[in-house]
Every structure is written in structure tokens, then in C-alpha cells.
């Protein structure tokens, strides 16, 4: 990345919120150490996404500073810039599929070194202390304020928080990861969060040898779950909207791939799965996913849509069925995940964007046109 902060002193003050459409140029470092950088901001609910400047922080004691190289483009960022969760914080910078180089470290840092290959997920803090904190479940937090998200969120220095879409970020040491060297940033980018988010609910629900797991939908999650759950060993199903994506699915490690829109799918295959993880984004019949669990299997769902979900009572009684949900994964398990990945070569599959195209990507994965990932080349930003 060549647009790492200059020495130049800005006359400016000690604000570290983001201003779009700042005039301040990116590439400068105020007097306090927060420095300008060049960003794609959505300056109101569901607006397209413009170029601006923000601000970080100054260094503090135990954080650093990343360069960031890619930037993935996660379903979820389409959520927020379109407040379908609620209220969202604007400007708002998405991304939190962060993949970069420590360009510099804090006075107290210990785990990180300039040069060293990081990543950034979903959340940038958490308050430490709780029990799911101790535990390594940080994305569970139970603190105050809870997990603080890469973006759309507030942090300890109550100022919003800003994500990925950005020539550089500020972290606590504690909250990034290492990439391993065998994986490629760019293709290691959506291991963040679509990487994690399958993982977890994947091990956590004992996907392996002899378990027959269904992953519903094969946009950005649902590839990482059909190449995760292969990688354990599991049997696998791709249950895909319609028979497009057939190829890609065995190809990426699905043993079987059926249409959703057949409606034999849900005859023939009812009974069949110890686990399914739906990751679509939109509202799906869940009752009839129920169908497809055998005795005491689960239906996990990890995508979010915007309305609540609804099953009827019964098709979760007959054969003692669980439907439960799943979120990224805490810290450890993120690690995990990308040494897992790193030891099987398993990366995103990811189409390489200029940051001008964002929003043009967006429509895309909004008409389920992706394969499998957007990511965002940052020396575009
Ligand atoms: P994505 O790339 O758009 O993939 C979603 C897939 O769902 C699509 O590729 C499509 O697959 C299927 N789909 C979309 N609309 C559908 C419809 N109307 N009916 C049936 N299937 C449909 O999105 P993503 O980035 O993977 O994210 C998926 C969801 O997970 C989003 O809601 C996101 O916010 C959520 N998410 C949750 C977590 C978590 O921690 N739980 C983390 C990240 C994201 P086919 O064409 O193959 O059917
Ligand atoms: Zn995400």
C-alpha cells in the first residue's frame, strides 16, 4: 500500500470522528497522531456508497496500525447501509472481512510486528471481562457495551467505529489475527467472517466423519460452509435455490447438490441430515428445512434476514429437532479457522473488485449473482 501516513501535520484538532466528504486530503497525521485516510462511506441509509476521508485514531499503547490489502463484501454490510436491522450510524464505512499488513505498533505491543500479515473480523472489542470474554467468545459478549462491531458501532472513546472499506485501520493488538502464509490475503479476506461464521456452527455441531450436513443457500457463506464441512470430513449437500450453481457446488466440495426449488428435494431428501445451516439472507420456509433433519438433528440458522423467523410447532416435536443460531465466533476459534483453512489450502473464492464497483456489487449479491465473494482491492480505495 503506498498511501501510508505522511509526516504532514494537519492543523487540526483532536477529533477522530469521520467526516465525509471532508476536505482534509487522506494521507495526513494530525498533531494528536490521528491521521486521514481514504475510505467508501454510505453517507445515509441506503445510499450509494461515495469515496470520502476519515479519521483514526492515534496510535494508542496497545494498538496498531494496519494496511489494509482486501476488503470483502459481506451480506451483512448490505443489512446495515440498508438499516434492514435497524437504525444505523452514518457515514457508515462497511466491511469487516479484513485482510492487511501491521504498518505500525503501538509503544506497549506484544504480539505484533511491522510486516506481520493480520486480519480483522466482525469486532474490534469486547469488554474482557465477562464470562463469555474469558472464555474466548468474545463475539458473545455479555459486557458493557458488548462486542464492539469493525463498523456500525461505538467504541471505548465513544466515536462511532469504521470499517474495512479503507486504506487503513486502527486496532487493539488483542482483536486482530494472524494469516497464516499459506493462505492469500485476498482469498483469506472473507475467511473473517463468512470463514468463521460456518466454522463455528460446523464444529460446535460436530460436522465430521459419518454426519450428513445440508448447507442451504451458496452465495458468500454457504461456499465457505460446503468447503469447511467437506474438509471435516462430513457428507455433504448443497440445497441451492435452483440448479445454476450445480458445478460449482460439487466442485467446491458438496457431494450432493439439490434445487430448492424442486419440490421432490423435500420429499426425497426428508429424514436425511444430522445438520443444516442455512445461510440465506432472506426469509426462508424453515418448517420445511425441519423436514429434511433426521431424529434429534439440528437446523442452525445463521443468515439474517430481516423479519422474524416462524416454524410450526410441529415439524420441530416430530423427532425431537433443535433450531438454533450461530454468530462469527470469538477469537480463538477465528485463529482456529485460519489454521484450519491454512492446513487444508482452503481460501475464499473471490472476484476481485476496484473499489469504484462496490456498488455495482452490491446489486449483484443482492440478485444472488456472486461467485462466491466480492473483495475489494484497498489500493483502489
Ligand atoms: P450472499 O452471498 O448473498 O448469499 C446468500 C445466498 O442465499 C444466495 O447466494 C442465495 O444462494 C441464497 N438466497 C438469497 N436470496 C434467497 C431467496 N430469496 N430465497 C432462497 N435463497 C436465497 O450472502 P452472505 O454474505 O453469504 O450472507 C448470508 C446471510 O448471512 C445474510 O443475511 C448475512 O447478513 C448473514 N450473516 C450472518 C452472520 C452470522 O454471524 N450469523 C455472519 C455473516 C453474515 P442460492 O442462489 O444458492 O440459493
Ligand atoms: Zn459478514
Redesign the pocket.
Same mark, same amino acid.
Given at each position: 500500500m503506498t498511501n501510508t501516513t505522511t509526516t504532514t501535520v494537519a492543523t487540526s484538532t483532536t477529533s477522530t470522528t469521520a467526516a465525509a466528504g471532508a476536505t482534509a486530503a487522506a494521507g495526513t497525521t494530525s498533531t494528536t497522531g490521528a491521521r486521514t485516510v481514504a475510505a467508501y462511506a454510505a453517507p445515509a441509509p441506503k445510499a450509494p456508497l461515495e469515496k470520502t476521508v476519515i479519521t483514526r485514531r492515534a496510535l494508542g499503547e496497545h494498538d496498531i496500525l494496519i494496511d489494509v490489502r482486501y476488503a470483502g463484501i =459481506?451480506?451483512?454490510d448490505i443489512?446495515q447501509v440498508g438499516e434492514d436491522w435497524g437504525d444505523g450510524i452514518f457515514p457508515m464505512v462497511p466491511g469487516h472481512e479484513i485482510a492487511g499488513v501491521v504498518a505500525e505498533t503501538g509503544p506497549g505491543v506484544t504480539r505484533w510486528a511491522v510486516g506481520d500479515r493480520v486480519g480483522v473480523g =466482525?469486532f474490534v472489542d469486547s469488554c474482557r471481562e465477562c464470562d463469555n470474554c474469558r472464555a474466548g467468545l468474545q463475539n458473545y459478549c455479555t459486557g458493557t457495551p458488548g462486542a464492539v462491531f469493525t463498523y456500525n458501532g461505538v467504541g471505548r472513546d465513544g466515536e462511532p467505529t469504521y470499517g474495512g472499506y479503507s486504506a487503513q485501520l486502527v486496532v487493539d493488538e488483542g482483536y486482530a489475527l494472524r494469516i497464516p502464509d499459506e493462505l492469500e490475503l485476498d482469498v483469506a479476506a472473507p475467511l473473517l =467472517? &463468512?470463514g468463521i461464521?460456518l466454522y463455528s456452527p460446523l464444529t460446535h455441531w460436530g460436522a465430521g466423519p459419518g454426519k450428513k450436513v445440508a448447507i442451504v443457500?451458496?452465495?458468500?457463506?454457504?461456499h465457505m460452509g460446503v468447503k469447511i464441512a467437506r474438509a471435516k470430513g462430513a457428507e455433504v449437500t448443497v440445497l441451492?435455490?435452483?440448479l445454476?450453481?450445480r458445478e460449482d457446488g460439487l466442485r467446491l466440495g458438496g457431494h450432493h447438490y439439490r434445487a430448492?426449488s424442486d419440490p421432490a428435494t423435500f420429499t426425497e431428501l426428508a429424514g436425511t441430515f444430522d445438520l443444516i445451516v442455512n445461510?440465506? %439472507? &432472506?426469509?426462508?420456509d424453515l418448517s420445511a428445512y425441519l423436514g429434511l433433519l433426521k431424529t434429534d438433528g439440528t437446523l442452525v440458522q445463521?443468515? &439474517?434476514?430481516e423479519k422474524p423467523v416462524s416454524v410450526n410447532a410441529h415439524a420441530l416435536l416430530t423427532g425431537r429437532k433443535s433450531l438454533a443460531? %450461530?454468530?462469527?465466533g470469538g477469537l480463538p476459534e477465528t485463529q482456529e479457522m485460519l489454521d484450519f483453512c491454512a492446513a487444508h489450502g482452503i481460501g475464499a473464492e473471490i472476484e476481485l473488485i476496484s473499489a469504484d464497483r462496490i456498488n455495482e456489487a452490491y446489486e449483484r449479491?443482492?440478485a %444472488?449473482d456472486?461467485r462466491?465473494?466480492f473483495v475489494i482491492d484497498a489500493s483502489t480505495i
Open positions: =459481506c451480506h451483512s443489512h =466482525c =467472517c &463468512a461464521t443457500g451458496l452465495g458468500g457463506l454457504g441451492s435455490q435452483s445454476r450453481k430448492t445461510t440465506v %439472507s &432472506a426469509d426462508l445463521v443468515g &439474517a434476514p443460531g %450461530s454468530m462469527i449479491v443482492l %444472488s456472486v462466491y465473494r
